[in-house]
Every structure is written in C-alpha cells, then in structure tokens.
C-alpha cells in the first residue's frame, strides 16, 4: 500500500529539520563524514563490499537453500504423525546409506546437496510484480478505465490514459484507511488536456467521483503548470453540534467546525452522544457547566471569525439554497452577539426565519418584517454609524490632545471620560423612538452594533415597488463606513441571487460562507474561483464552505441552533 508522505509541518518534522540544522550536527556532516578522507574510504568498503559479495553469490545461495531446506524438514516432523515419520525416516536413511556405498555414491550425494540447495536458496521474489493486494489493483483499475475517455490523448508521447493501458501509467502514489477506503490519488496527465476549462475539469470530477462514490467530499488540487492532479477524499465533519457557549476570546465568533488541517487549533465543544439514544440538540443542555445526558465533549476544529476594531473583514455574506441550513447558522451568530452584550437589528422581509423569538430580549433594537418598515431601519443605521464614526474621531482627537498637553495618566483619563460624557449626549436617533438605543454614557464604550438582513435580493424587490431606492447602495456605503464604527453587517440570499448582488456590495462582505451545493458560477462570484470541492448532490443541513477574507475556502458544518435558543434567558 502506498502511503502519502510525511505533512510537512507535523511536530517530528519540525523537531527533526531543527535537529538537521543545529550546530554540532552541521559540523558533524561537514567535517566529519563528509571528509574527503572518510568519504573516500567510504566508497572504497562499499565497492569492496560489493565485490565480495559477487565473489560469495553462490555460497550465499547455498546457505540460504539449507536453511529453508532445514526449516521445511523441521516442519515435516513436527507436523507429520509419529508412525509415518518413523518409517519415511528409515526409507530415507536406507536409501543414503546405499547410495553412499556405491562407487560415485559420495559424489552423487554431494551433488545432490549442492543442487537442491540451489534450488531451495534461489531468489524467490517476483521481480516486477504488483505489490498491491488484487482488491486494490482492481478497484485502482477501474478508475483509471473511467478517466480514459476524458484524458486520454493521442498526441501524448507518454500516453498516460490509453484503452487497455495500466493504472500505473497515470497514477503516482494513492492511499488506503484502516477501514480499506481509498483517501487519496495522484495522477499525471497529458500536457494537451485542457485544465484551463471548467467543463474539462468538472468531466474528470464527475468522472472519479462516480468511481469512487457519490456519498463522499471531495478536494480536487489541479496543478495546471506541471499536469498533476492530487485527489483528496475528504472525512465526513462531525454532524449534531448545537449552539453553545463557545471558549473563545471576546472578537472571535465561531461560524462551525471544520477538518484539523484547516484550523490553527482545536477547542472542546459538546457534540452529540451516538450511544445515548436521547434529544442532543436541546440548547438548554449545553448551557450548564457539567456534561449533559446526551452529549460528550470533543476536541474539534473551529472556524473562528474575528471581529476587532478595525476589522479587515467586519461584514460576512451567507448564501445557499433552501433547507441548506441559512437561518439556523444567523441564529448562531445572533446567539453568540447577544451573549457578549452586543445590539442587534434584523430585518426579516421573507418572514420564514422565525425571528420573533428575539422580541423582548435586551439589547435587541428592533426586528423589522414589513418593507417601509426595514428600509427606514437602514436609514437610522447611516445615521448611527455616521454618529459613531464622528464620535470616534472626536474621542481619538480629544485623547491625542490631552495626552500632549497632559502626560500626567490619571488627568489623561479624567479628561477622556470627559470628553466620553459629551459625545455621548449628543445622541442618535433610535429607530421608531426619540433618542439613540446607542447612545453612550460614561466613559465606558458603546457595545458594538450588528445588522442581520435576511434575503437582500427580497427587500430590494420590495424596494422596487414601493419606488425607493436599491438598498444595496445604502448597504454598500454603510459597510465601508462601520468598518470604524464597531458595526457589522450580516447579508444573507439564496445562492440563485447571489449575480444580483451589485459588486459594490458584495466587495465589501469580504467573508463569505456557502451552504450546500455550490455551482461553479455561484464559486466564481463568491470565492474568485472555480470552488475546487465535490462530492454528494444532497448535503446535511448546515455543511458548506468558508473563507475569511483572503483566506483559503475550507469546509464548513455550522452549528444547530433553533429558534428557541433565542428565546432562553
């Protein structure tokens, strides 16, 4: 079985490569055994060695032939009853013994030593010979036959993909699990297939994924400038995980889980109990310290999303079809926002997310379903975030002055909340009421603010007929602005709108997440690529992709968050 190298960055690694380039070893190599001397001397006992070992061959061949030759006399009578082996023993010494007193019988049984030791000693090891079990060989097979109407190519000189060729032409190096599951393949191909082309591409996917089943998740690495292609097939992420409360820092927001390889850490996380037979996705369980019935805790990796002030990607556009998982992974966030004491608005025009379990809670401004109602909730918002961008700009002005004219920390501090106590009453104006809900008091900082708009592309229609303005344009000039104003913007469509999106918009929601199954034109417009993953056309609710900013695109399963969790205390 052949298996894939070592990962580059694993700990054994690492310690090794330190060990290679340390110091006393550097010496050791260079002057040590790298001496002209001793690498001469080297060279000079390993072609003795050799040479000798020529000379001796039939000798060694000899040996090894009495060995076996001892080995299967010892099993003969050990496994033989004690009767036959008795007479066959008597035979056979008789035999001997009347050959040995005939004229040439001494030469004669030294001859026949000596051939059926060669015989027994000679090399038995089948030269050229597949080394891979026959289920693997035909499973290999199988494959390659698959692939040769798409790759194969007549103008080839290496002839990679031919009808009737082996998989070895083509496949470089594959692996099997424990469990006899093939996890990952590479293979050359011709240089005149056209790799450039998403359709060429997608028939070759298609292609394996047929042979290697439908049911698993794929990672396709196309090496377009030296013609390799490296399969991966990737594990199923862990499914049942339930909204929580999450050990991660204060700017960090988990969207799900997703494989070891593709996050820089692991953070336990209560999951569901296959043997405990109960409800594991009651939210009210994972909230107590202790580990519910039901549950067990695991190491897993997060997908964090970091939120600071500034922020390089504050504003986060989710997009999938329906029943992919859209609501729930809103809720999630909305969890997490209103646990750390953050405001939140949300415009639900689609009215199918069951948002009305927020109503009541603090630090919920407002949640809007009517049209009018939502697109002058977008208004209060340029208004809020042009009230806090200024009220930044006069708190930093007033800081740089005083920490000038007074070095003294304590006048400097006294002065700053000064300064906070006046930009704070100037006030906003909260949506529907009289004064801002943000409105700062004190020195302490107002807690950031989000905005969840539930279907853009709904709302925009609702626009249209009601003869207002795109709110994309609205929304547009809101996100460059809350980037410093502690403001993020959440847009949710479904993944057939997401070409409607104007690109002033959907440049600045820079982390982007896709649930379900992703169509190479929608991966286009939402990761700048060809999404390189494949796998099963129905996938669990709630699995998708991820990237943060300018990040790689990593799978995503995103936690199980009911509209109830909303609603507890």
């Not at 194969?152 to 032409?169: A, M, S, V």
């Not at 790689?552 to 969790?565: D, F």
Request: net charge negative; charged share 25%.
């Amino acid at each position: 079985m052949t298996q894939a190298a070592r990962t580059a960055d694993s700990m054994w690694t690492r310690l090794g490569r330190m060990l290679a380039e340390s110091a006393p070893v550097v010496w050791l190599n260079d002057s040590v055994l790298h001496h002209p001397h001793i690498t001469r001397g080297r060279g000079m006992a390993h072609e003795g060695w050799s040479r000798v070992l020529d000379v001796c061959y039939p000798l060694i061949v000899l040996l090894r032939g009495t060995r076996r030759g001892a080995a299967q006399i010892g099993a003969w009578w050990k496994d033989a009853p004690k009767e036959k082996r008795r007479l066959q023993t008597v035979i056979s010494l008789a035999c001997l013994i009347g050959i040995g007193l005939l004229k040439f019988g001494p030469l004669l049984l030294i001859l026949g030593f000596i051939g059926a030791a060669a015989w027994l000693g000679r090399d038995t090891s089948r030269k050229g010979a597949d080394p891979e079990s026959p289920g693997h060989i035909s499973r290999l097979q199988a494959i390659y036959n698959g692939l040769v109407p798409y790759l194969q190519n007549g103008d080839d000189p290496d002839q990679h993909f031919k009808p009737g060729g082996g998989y070895r032409d083509a496949f470089t190096a594959w692996e099997f699990d424990e469990r006899d599951r093939l996890i990952r393949l590479r293979m050359d191909y011709s240089e005149y297939f056209r790799d450039g082309e998403a359709d060429s591409r997608a028939k070759v996917e298609r292609a394996l994924e047929g042979k290697i089943g439908h049911a698993n998740e794929y990672l396709y690495a196309w090496d377009e400038e030296g013609n390799h292609l490296d399969v991966r097939i990737l594990p199923p992420l862990p499914e049942g995980i339930g909204a929580q409360p999450w050990p991660v820092a204060d700017i960090e927001f988990v969207l799900g889980v997703t494989d070891p390889g593709s996050a820089g850490r692991l953070i336990p996380m209560l999951v569901a109990d296959p043997e405990a037979g109960e409800d594991t996705l009651t939210p009210q369980a994972a909230a107590r310290e202790e580990v519910p019935p039901g549950f067990k805790v695991a190491q897993l990796a997060p997908v964090i999303w970091r939120l600071g002030t500034p922020s390089a990607n504050p504003h986060l556009l989710l997009t999938g079809g329906p029943g992919t998982g859209k609501s729930t992974a809103v809720r999630s966030l909305l969890g997490q926002a209103l646990a750390r004491g953050h405001r939140i608005a949300v415009i639900d025009t689609d009215q199918t997310a069951e948002y009305g379990a927020l109503a009541g809670r603090p630090n919920v401004l407002r949640i809007t379903e009517e049209p009018a109602d939502s697109l002058d909730l977008l208004d209060w918002f340029g208004l809020e975030i042009d009230r806090r961008a200024e009220q930044a700009r006069g708190a930093g002005s007033a800081a740089d002055a005083e920490s000038v004219a007074t070095p003294d920390g304590e006048s400097q501090s006294t002065s700053a909340g000064e300064s906070g106590n006046e930009a704070g009453s100037a006030g906003g104006v909260e949506p529907g009421r009289g004064s801002a809900p943000g409105a700062r008091r004190g020195p302490a900082a107002e807690p950031p603010l989000w905005l969840f708009v539930d279907d853009l592309p709904e709302l925009c229609a609702a626009a249209g007929r009601l003869g207002r303005p795109d709110p994309q344009d609205t929304l547009a000039v809101l996100a460059r602005k809350a980037r410093f104003a502690r403001t993020t913007l959440v847009v949710t469509a479904r993944v057939d709108q997401i070409a409607a999106l104007r690109p002033a918009l959907r440049n600045q929601l820079t982390s982007r997440i896709a649930l379900g199954k992703v169509d190479p034109a929608t991966s286009t417009l939402l990761f700048g690529g060809t999404l390189e993953l494949g796998g099963a056309e129905l996938m669990p609710q709630g699995r998708g992709y991820a990237r943060i900013g300018t990040g790689p695109v990593i799978r995503l399963q995103t936690p199980y968050a009911p509209a109830l969790a909303l609603s507890a205390a």
